[in-house]
């Protein structure tokens, strides 16, 4: 579609809406989820930052990245981090077994399938996501263009809120369960897989251009947003186990309020 702007949008966007979602399972959730979840955690979030904070300086950088393999510098570094970290840290191989953990916790809950069922229901789920995912892309651009309101826009805001109903279903369902760990795996494991798109999309975007070359500065204010929403739930994390009084700390608002404001600012530098 050659839309650049669109995709970053829905990546960056997809990020900072899925902090959202830690308030939306607070809703549904008995115990406060961020006082009741490892620390190691934070492994996940600090990825998350890294990432986001390569993609904006990329787009801000006035010259280029160098492509490789139709694709620029920038995003093979994004993803070669992703694994590496992914692989090789001890918190994010240890998060890993708890995320497993949690959902064996949940599997044991239900009535058991056959293994071909549930392939059946993955390939299914998979399709429609895919599809539904292209009409999604057609249906922003062409509100992009008929609002006047701009792809970066579009992109961070109904495309990215689409995108992640599947994350929005799964944290509400593991926090009405009590798997709060698996809440926020859900997360920020989440964000920083979406940042691994950004070199799919780079390998098959029209042009020559790397395409955070491409990006507005709104893309870069959104990276950024999704950058201070991670640093507020490590710090959340790093706090001492305490005991809260309200349903919504004050680590609950602040992603609330941080969010909004994001949009905002968003807006401004379309």
């Known amino acids: 579609m050659g839309s650049g702007n669109l995709a970053l949008g829905n990546v960056f966007g997809s990020n900072i809406f899925n902090m959202i979602l830690l308030v939306v399972g607070q809703i549904f959730a008995t115990r406060h989820i961020l006082s009741n979840v490892s620390p190691t955690h934070i492994t996940t979030a600090a990825t998350g930052m890294l990432l986001s904070g390569i993609a904006a300086l990329s787009i ?5 990245a160098p ?37 064996s916790e949940a599997r044991q809950a239900e009535p058991t399938t056959s293994l071909s069922v549930v392939w059946m229901k993955f390939a299914v789920s998979a399709a429609a996501i895919l599809v539904a995912g292209w009409f999604l892309s057609k249906a922003a651009d062409e509100i992009a263009m008929i609002t006047g309101l701009g792809e970066t826009f579009i992109g961070s805001t109904l495309l990215a809120a689409s995108t992640s109903l599947p994350e929005l279903t799964v944290s509400i369902f593991t926090a009405r369960m009590g798997a709060y760990d698996l809440t926020v795996g859900n ?8 940042m691994t798109i950004l070199l799919i999309s780079d390998l098959f975007q029209a042009g020559s251009t ?5 990006g507005s500065t709104g893309q870069a204010v959104s990276a950024l947003v999704g950058l201070v929403l991670s640093g507020i739930v490590i710090v959340a994390l790093t706090l001492p186990k305490r005991a809260v009084k309200w349903k919504f700390n004050w680590e609950m608002w602040l992603l609330l309020a ?5 949009l905002y600012l968003i807006y401004l530098a379309g």
Request: proline share 7%; no cysteine; glycine share 12%.
């Open 60 to 64: 801000i950088t006035p010259h280029p």
């Open 67 to 103: 492509s490789f393999l139709g694709a620029g510098l920038d995003t093979w570094l994004i993803a070669v981090l992703y694994i590496l970290i992914m692989y090789l840290l001890p918190g994010a191989k240890e998060e890993g077994e708890l995320e497993a953990a949690a959902a």
């Open 187 to 194: 997360v920020l494991g989440s964000n920083i897989f979406n």
């Open 210 to 214: 790397p395409i955070l070359s491409l």
């Open 258 to 262: 941080g969010y909004l404001l994001g």
